[in-house]
């Protein structure tokens, strides 16, 4: 709104200048001009060129002033409105559950998040002033023009209908080739954000070569798309051009006009610099047309990310989780039409141990993920604490469910803070108990800095081994009631693994606080890791194919038991340490 007023003021004292010159001409002409005296408006004196002279001074100084504040409000518009919608679609993308981000790909997030939000951002301030600009322009020149001299003026307008229409048909196009060149630069992105990531992957397949190939064709194919936007983008601005065939057609329309006597020579130059002045706007709505069309493509990209619903949704059930796990007839669709894990019943109490063991694709980690809510789950199938998980909270679920994945993601931060990522306020003591607890001791000890050392990207790599033990250790530093651990030890050699699971059973050593031990769900490919639990279930297909205590399992003599004896005698060759 502000914005808007200094516009206007901007354009009223500009637009005053014509008319002045107008009186100019009528001074040295000894004529009255035909328009009213802006002069006279005033009280200032007609007959006279100084205070001509002075007033064109003065509307142009303020008029460059005026300008400058509407472009400083009007472009922060645009700043305000790129880092609302951009925060709002970063907080959208937080409430999207895992199956979603594995449709969607980083890169092409990251194209939406960056250079489609620098196109809304034009859209919020370079188009909006320019529309606002052009509009108050035309509306208080076309009025004057016209009272000038009716005839005149229409033949000086004759051709801004076409360019309007020639505006209306490359805006479309620019439109559809701007979600193009979108589209492309986010398969751009991709392939560069997983070159990046996969680096280690192309070398040892020595596929530089051939990575930069097909990375040529999808940078070719960016330029292509961008090519074609700006060839549409540059058909219009000739046609904005035309503006100036007006100018011509007012000086031979004008000049007869006097010759016959209805307008003077300063009404003549009046008329033709308002054409001139209608110039800038008119070379401008070309512009405005196609920033607009791009912003309005970037911001349909926005909407398609907005639009999205987490297919993983609240329940109101908002309190500490007790930790008994039930399920009951348990079925779970990892895809459309595609079973993961079928009819499912296992009750585990809290404190128990579940393992749960199968071969590749069984379903282990199915359940782990419906427990933990990364996956849809059904209703009435799958309860804690008597609660069928939909209906609770999801922070409070994922406070009282652990769940530590095989593959470890930590941060480029501190070793310290990597492990209180779910609990920044823990105790120094805490964390050392953690330490212990996941054998990371000797580990911690022979960092550089110890817990201040730096890992990840920016600091020290860590082994997979240890990376595991820090993953389990940032997830027990939250104290959950349920663990899940999917094959997280997987790394780590067959006896840790078993001292560990040992030692969680035992509890967690953390200061204050509900210290029973937690229920514990683990997933292994190694049977010593799920020697002592409750029960253990062996799964095929989705189904379950075994269950039992250990000993039980022995006894039955089938899968599990083969797969021990393999083990043993592994073990007992020194392949398995
Ligand atoms: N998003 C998905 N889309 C399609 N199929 C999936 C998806 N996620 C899992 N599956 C399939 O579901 C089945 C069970 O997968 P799950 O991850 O539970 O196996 P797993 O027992 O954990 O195997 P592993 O020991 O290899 O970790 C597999 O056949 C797998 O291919
Ligand atoms: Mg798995």
């Not at 007023?5 to 200048?17: C, G, P, R």
């Not at 209908?161 to 060149?181: D, N, S, W, Y």
């Not at 990046?196 to 397949?205: I, P």
């Not at 601005?237 to 007012?250: Q, T």
Request: glycine share 10%; charged share 20%; aromatic share 4%.
């Amino acid at each position: 709104m502000q914005g808007a007023l200094w516009l206007l003021a901007t354009n009223t004292l500009l637009l005053a200048v014509p008319r002045l010159v107008n009186e100019g001409i009528a001074v040295v002409e000894g004529t009255t001009g035909r328009g009213g005296s802006l002069l006279a408006l005033f009280g200032l004196p007609t007959d006279r060129l100084w205070p001509v002279v002075a007033a064109i001074g003065v509307c142009a100084l303020l008029g460059a002033g005026a300008r400058v504040a509407s472009r400083v409000v009007l472009f922060n518009v645009g700043r305000d409105v790129e880092r609302e919608l951009r925060g709002e679609t970063f907080a959208h993308l937080a409430t999207l559950s895992p199956g979603w981000f594995r449709e969607h790909n980083v890169g092409d997030l990251m194209s939406r998040l960056t250079s489609d939000m620098t196109n809304i951002r034009l859209l919020g301030g370079f188009a909006l002033m320019n529309a606002l600009n052009t509009a108050i322009v035309f509306a208080a020149t076309l009025p004057i023009v016209l009272a000038l001299d009716v005839q005149v003026a229409a033949l000086a307008l004759a051709p801004f209908p076409l360019v309007i229409l020639g505006a209306q048909l490359t805006a479309r196009v620019v439109f559809k080739r701007t979600r193009e060149v979108q589209a492309a630069l986010g398969a751009l992105t991709t392939r560069v954000q997983e070159n990046l990531a996969g680096q280690a992957v192309v070398r040892a397949f020595s596929r530089e070569a051939a990575e930069e190939t097909s990375f040529d064709g999808t940078n070719q194919e960016l330029r292509r798309r961008s090519l074609s936007l700006a060839l549409a983008r540059m058909v219009f601005a000739p046609i904005g051009g035309l503006g100036a065939l007006g100018v011509a057609l007012a000086l031979y329309a004008g000049g007869a006009a006097v010759l016959a006597g209805r307008l003077d020579v300063g009404d003549v130059v009046e008329l033709s610099t308002r054409l001139v002045q209608l110039g800038w706007p008119m070379m401008a709505l070309g512009l405005i047309i196609s920033v607009i069309q791009r912003g309005r493509a970037s911001l349909s990209r926005i909407h398609e990310l907005l639009r999205a619903r987490p297919d993983i949704v609240d329940g109101t059930v908002d309190r500490p989780v007790q930790g008994v796990v039930e399920a009951n007839g348990l079925t779970v669709e990892v895809a459309p039409g595609k079973v993961g894990l079928a009819d499912l019943h296992v009750k585990v109490e809290r404190g128990r141990v579940l393992g749960i063991v199968g071969k590749n694709g069984a379903g282990k980690s199915t359940l782990l993920r419906a427990l933990a809510r990364q996956l849809p789950c059904p209703r009435g199938q799958l309860a804690l604490d008597g609660v069928d998980v939909n209906d609770w909270h999801l922070r409070a679920l994922h406070a009282g469910v652990g769940v530590v994945p095989e593959e470890a993601f930590l941060f480029s931060d501190t070793l310290r803070d990597n492990l209180a990522f779910g609990r920044p306020d823990a105790t120094d003591a805490e964390i050392e108990a953690v330490v212990d607890l996941c054998d990371l001791r000797r580990d911690v000890t022979a960092l550089p800095a110890g817990l201040a050392t730096l890992v990840g990207e920016r600091g020290v790599t860590l082994s997979g081994g240890q990376k595991q033990r820090v993953a389990l250790a940032r997830a027990i530093l939250s104290r959950p009631a349920v663990l899940l651990l999917d094959d997280c030890l997987s790394a780590v050699d067959s006896e840790t693994e078993a001292n560990i699971v040992a030692a969680l059973r035992r509890g967690f050593v953390t200061a204050g606080g509900d210290t029973r031990p937690p229920t514990l769900l683990v997933v292994s490919h190694r049977l010593s890791a799920v020697r002592e639990a409750d029960e253990v279930i062996v799964l095929d297909g989705g189904r379950v194919a075994e269950r039992g205590t250990h000993d039980q399992l022995l006894a039955l003599g089938g899968h599990y038991a083969q797969l021990w004896g393999r083990e043993q005698r592994r073990r007992a060759l020194g392949a398995e340490p």
